[in-house]
């Protein structure tokens, strides 16, 4: 199995199934969930220099304001992201880097267990990523988790304020 056949799998028999059963909505490579004023939104990032044999990539992660969105008509996408963030947000630093990991994210190759790689996911998302996103059900749990986030806790906390008043 190649290195993109492998992301292709990951997708289908985790990440879909587990972000469905957290109450995620999918379309292609990006998930989000209503939170009412705001939605959560998990969007999987592949750079351009990945091959079949090799693919690196990361997830974009972060809440979108509804009274941001260029669209509302439609559903949440990446660009609407008021603080994007990458996983490593999200995960305490010694699992920031390991054998599936670097610094840009995650890194799938043809001798990839796609089995132990699985697990290694699951755990960021099931023990940091999803916990900490299942926490925010209100404005205010943006503000107090996100708000000291250089540069993007000021815009969300400014944006928060703009559409309140």
């Given at each position: ?7 292709s ?41 990945n091959?079949?044999?090799n693919v ?71 023990n940091?990523?999803?916990?900490k ?33």
């Amino acid at each position: 199995m190649t290195a993109k056949e492998k992301q292709s799998e990951l997708i289908k028999t985790y990440l879909k199934p587990t972000l469905k059963n957290f109450g995620y909505k999918t379309s292609r490579q990006t998930w989000w969930k209503d939170k009412n004023d705001f939605f959560l939104l998990i969007s999987m990032q592949n750079f351009s220099w990945n091959t079949q044999n090799n693919v690196n990539f990361c997830f974009n992660i972060g809440i979108v304001l509804k009274t941001e969105m260029k669209d509302k008509s439609k559903n949440p996408l990446i660009y609407d992201l008021t603080i994007p963030l990458r996983e490593n947000f999200y995960l305490p630093h010694n699992r920031t880097e390991n054998l599936f990991r670097n610094k840009t994210g995650y890194i799938l190759n043809d001798e990839t267990d796609i089995f132990t790689f699985i697990n290694e996911l699951k755990s960021d998302f099931e023990n940091y990523i999803l916990p900490k996103l299942d926490n925010l059900n209100e404005l205010q749990d943006c503000i107090d988790n996100f708000g000291d986030v250089y540069f993007f806790g000021e815009r969300m906390k400014n944006a928060i304020r703009a559409n309140i008043l």
